[in-house]
Nanobody, 120 residues
Framework: AHVAESGGDLVQPGGSLRLSCVVS????????MAWFRQTPEKDREFVAV????????YYSDSVKGRFAISRDGTKNTGYLQMDSLKPEDTGTYYC??????????????WGQGTQVTVSS
């Protein structure tokens, strides 16, 4: 099984990024997908989750209205569109696959993370 995030970068406040999560060696369509983020100062934090069918997106209050989670089963790829980025969005973003929830313990498969830095 392999989960690989990409798309992280340095961006100015108010800017946008789209993260991708490419999955191989797993039955992508049988797994719910989420994004989490982490900084040296904070524990891993839930960002967004989407069901295996590509519906029921759910977001943390801190990103609601600014981020959008999606997935493409034909490409075994998930996405996190991030708009109106703020400095507090800085962190390492992880894609995770498993069972739909906001708790990291329900996700069995994780990528290595991609760094997002929001700074002027």
């Amino acid at each position: 099984a392999h989960v690989a995030e990409s798309g992280g970068d340095l961006v100015q406040p108010g800017g946008s990024l789209r993260l991708s999560c490419v999955v191989s060696g797993l039955r992508f369509g049988s797994l719910d997908m989420a994004w989490f983020r982490q900084t040296p100062e904070k524990d891993r934090e839930f960002v967004a989750v989407i069901s295996r069918l590509g519906n029921s997106p759910y977001y943390s209050d801190s990103v609601k209205g600014r981020f959008a989670i999606s997935r493409d089963g034909t490409k075994n790829t998930g996405y996190l569109q991030m708009d109106s980025l703020k400095p507090e969005d800085t962190g390492t973003y992880y894609c995770a696959l498993g069972k739909y929830s906001t708790d990291a313990v329900t996700f069995s498969y994780w990528g290595q993370g991609t760094q997002v830095t929001v700074s002027s």
